[in-house]
């Protein structure tokens, strides 16, 4: 008999994780995520290489089961019985998937309605507490951090360090992957625990020799909720990419920085803007990804159309799957749906041919 080898996050980034023997290894198999090159909209994005970072291959299928497994572990080693999380959706998944897999309580405060169905369907799944809040997310995680002062749970948004530490891991497997850091690195921005994550990773494998330079940090949001472009919280943050929905992310001066540090850029892209983008992954690249992760592709189009991009490598990270708001998807893309007799002459019929 032979035993599959270890894999996950804190098996293969041990070494670079603030861990130590008494932290379980615990892993859904998260990490290790598919990094793929461009078929069409590279041209498009007037890049030499664009690379598509499929973080939503993790198993709750968002990015932020890299981060959670840290944090969970963590948590778990410290004693915690139970978690709890604020979350537009995917962070909620990933926590109830973890608490499930650990056999502790899990706790999610939403925003009242702005769930999508996929994530919310996760959430029920996996057996957490919902508490859906009469409020926006931010006001969701400022209960959360209070609750969580007062009660022995542990809070593991990305305002939990080991958030961040488990999250700067894709960092560090791009420059595996690629040899090197690439020139640019494009990103949707919501609560910012992500750039932060990423910029911090990339610091460290310039700092061991993985990577030769410093990518470019080029931060998107959805215009309706960009706080970080316009330099003010968003009081009533809109937008249809449900998982960047933030008016005042909590990572604020984390994201700054990497844009400051790295000669990068957080700009806006409008709704339009982004579902172009999710349509045009779909269509052209065989990517079906969830709108807030098209934004990051949405970011690198609208500057490759205003001249701003000139060539080099870059690496958008895909940051969920698209099977996690399947209203959206619905609403969007156009069904092309012919109906027939099931049999071969029908079949016929209805192509034409
Ligand atoms: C959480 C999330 C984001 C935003 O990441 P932040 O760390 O909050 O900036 C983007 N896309 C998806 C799919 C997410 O789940």
Redesign the pocket.
Known sequence: MTTPPPRGVLHRWGSVLPIGPETPRISLGEGDTPLVRSAHLERLAGLDELWFKLEMCNPTG???DRGMVVAVAKAVESGAKAIMCAS?G??SASAAAYAAHCGIESFVLVPGGKVAAGKLAQAIAFGTKIIEVDGNFDEALTAARALTDRHPIALVN?VNPYRIQGQKTAAYEVCDALGDAPDILAI????????TAYWKGFGECAETGRATLHPKMYGFQAAGAAPLVSGHPVEHPETVAS??R?GN?ASWTGATSARDESGGLIEAVTDDEILDAYKLLASKEGLFC?P??AASVAGLLKLARAGRIAGGRAVAIL??NGLKDPDTAVRTYTADVTKAAATLEGVERALGL
């Open positions: 968002s990015f932020k537009t995917n962070t990305s949707p921005v919501g609560n910012a625990g992500n750039i998982a960047i933030i992310p969830e807030a992760s940051t969920g």
